[in-house]
Nanobody, 116 residues
Framework: VQLQASGGGLVQPGGSLRLSCAASGTISSINVMGWYRQALGKQRELVASITSSGSANYADSVKGRFIISRDNAKNTVYLQMNSLKVEDTAVYYC???????????WGQGTLVTVSS
């Protein structure tokens, strides 16, 4: 399984970005895809996750600002990030987990920089 993330970049505070992550290979139809982030000097943390049936979960810090969605036909997960804050600056990683690969697979990471 391989994950390819894209969509990061530089944005001003209050702006928006949309991240995408496409999975390829032998993908279990029942899985959880998620986005994590790691800021400089901090531990990697879960931002949001979504099951293959569409049930989503968010970190408190992004609730009401970020929206996770997925296209099962394309094995792709998206993260719409709105009202971005300086503290959202981090490398964002996508991950897929299923019963067949409980440790999951990671994407390569995409840098999001929120700065004026």
């Amino acid at each position: 399984v391989q994950l390819q993330a894209s969509g990061g970049g530089l944005v001003q505070p209050g702006g928006s970005l949309r991240l995408s992550c496409a999975a390829s290979g032998t993908i279990s139809s029942i899985n959880v895809m998620g986005w994590y982030r790691q800021a400089l000097g901090k531990q990697r943390e879960l931002v949001a996750s979504i099951t293959s049936s569409g049930s989503a979960n968010y970190a408190d810090s992004v609730k009401g600002r970020f929206i996770i969605s997925r296209d099962n036909a394309k094995n792709t997960v998206y993260l719409q990030m709105n009202s971005l804050k300086v503290e959202d600056t981090a490398v964002y990683y996508c991950k897929i987990v299923s019963f067949y690969y409980p440790n999951g697979y990671w994407g390569q990471g995409t840098l999001v920089t929120v700065s004026s």
